[in-house]
């Protein structure tokens, strides 16, 4: 039996999400998220089957494919830094509406945030996409409620929930950070050119690089030769006031204390002063 929404008819290519038996929490927990959110940087929930055994998603199409293929395959699109810049706005924007905006006084903590869970749209705007590990937080909880959740198995996980097993806001904010890093680095968090030196992988590298003053050596080589519509190159990379607002915010976004990182709306604005200043000079 079909439940649910059916497709608008505008979305002539959608994305087919089939959960396998047994992840039936994982499917309920993301359907439901979907169905509550509004907002222009999260998918958007277009229809639900379920029939059977057979429980599917039906989400946005992710035109430009996801974050991650932008910083790992040679032959996809350099994103230029204004791009770069864009994308992570918009995904902090979702971040800071998952976390203080949404109607009823209700948030969530997404806890997966990492670069292959960001959609990108045919106008390169950022998506955030798989709600199966979010947790939601009543109206009359503590701001600071901690809740049980799944193991998340990637290097961009915030040190603290590896200890506790408990998610919190700065749990997505440790985890944004690093996707801060790979967008100014061009790698995965995860590459081995960072787990050589510890598991904890980019996050781990980008801390003591910042606290040596290397971390500029870090940086993406191809943002020094980003190419426009007409595939010339500009040689014009992140000017320096832009660059240090960006990597300034992204340090503290992945301090290993959790009360030290900034909460998400005051990464928004970081990151809006950020992409002023580039476009400005």
Same mark, same amino acid.
């Given at each position: 039996?079909?439940?649910?929404?059916?497709? =608008?008819?505008?979305?002539?290519?959608?994305?087919?999400? /089939?959960?396998?038996?047994?992840?039936?929490?994982?499917?309920?927990? +993301?359907?439901? $998220?979907?169905? @509550?959110?509004?907002?222009?940087?999260?998918?958007?929930?277009?229809?639900?089957?379920?029939?059977?055994?057979?429980?599917?998603?039906?989400?946005?199409?992710?035109?430009?494919? %996801?974050?991650?293929?932008?910083?790992? !395959?040679?032959?996809?699109?350099?994103?230029?830094?204004?791009? /770069?810049?864009?994308?992570?706005?918009?995904?902090?924007?979702?971040?800071?509406?998952?976390?203080?905006?949404?109607?009823?006084?209700?948030?969530?903590?997404?806890?997966?945030? &990492?670069?292959?869970?960001?959609?990108?749209?045919?106008?390169?705007?950022?998506? #955030?996409?798989?709600?199966?590990?979010? *947790?939601?937080?009543?109206?009359?909880?503590?701001? +600071?409620?901690?809740? %049980?959740?799944?193991?998340?198995?990637?290097?961009? *996980?915030?040190?603290?929930?590896?200890? @506790?097993?408990?998610?919190? /806001?700065?749990?997505?904010?440790?985890?944004?950070?690093?996707?801060?890093?790979?967008?100014?680095?061009?790698?995965?968090?995860?590459?081995?050119?960072?787990?050589? +030196?510890?598991?904890?992988?980019?996050?781990?590298?980008?801390?003591?690089?910042?606290?040596?003053?290397?971390?500029?050596?870090?940086?993406?080589?191809?943002?020094?030769?980003?190419?426009?519509?007409?595939? !010339?190159?500009?040689?014009?990379? =992140?000017?320096?006031?832009? $660059?240090?607002?960006?990597?300034?915010?992204?340090?503290?976004?992945?301090?290993? #204390? =959790?009360? &030290? /990182?900034?909460?998400?709306?005051?990464?928004?604005?970081?990151?809006?002063?950020?992409?002023?200043?580039?476009?400005?000079?």
């Amino acid at each position: 039996m079909k439940e649910g929404k059916d497709v =608008p008819k505008k979305h002539s290519v959608v994305s087919i999400n /089939r959960f396998h038996p047994g992840c039936e929490d994982w499917f309920y927990r +993301e359907f439901k $998220l979907l169905d @509550t959110c509004d907002h222009p940087s999260i998918v958007k929930l277009l229809g639900i089957c379920v029939q059977g055994g057979q429980k599917i998603l039906v989400v946005e199409y992710p035109y430009n494919s %996801y974050l991650n293929d932008h910083l790992f !395959y040679d032959d996809t699109p350099i994103l230029t830094w204004v791009q /770069r810049l864009k994308i992570c706005l918009d995904v902090a924007k979702a971040l800071n509406y998952l976390h203080f905006e949404m109607a009823g006084g209700q948030s969530v903590v997404h806890g997966d945030i &990492q670069s292959s869970n960001i959609a990108l749209d045919k106008n390169w705007g950022a998506k #955030i996409a798989d709600f199966g590990h979010s *947790v939601f937080s009543s109206p009359n909880e503590d701001d +600071e409620t901690l809740e %049980y959740a799944r193991g998340i198995p990637d290097v961009n *996980v915030d040190p603290e929930y590896r200890k @506790t097993r408990r998610l919190t /806001r700065e749990s997505d904010v440790y985890s944004f950070g690093a996707v801060l890093f790979e967008v100014l680095c061009g790698r995965l968090g995860e590459d081995p050119i960072y787990l050589k +030196e510890s598991d904890q992988g980019l996050p781990f590298v980008a801390r003591r690089c910042f606290r040596e003053g290397t971390l500029m050596e870090m940086i993406d080589p191809l943002l020094g030769e980003e190419s426009d519509e007409n595939s !010339y190159i500009l040689k014009r990379g =992140p000017n320096k006031d832009s $660059l240090d607002i960006f990597v300034k915010i992204a340090y503290q976004c992945v301090t290993e #204390i =959790p009360n &030290q /990182r900034p909460p998400v709306n005051v990464v928004v604005k970081e990151l809006q002063e950020a992409l002023l200043l580039q476009v400005i000079n």
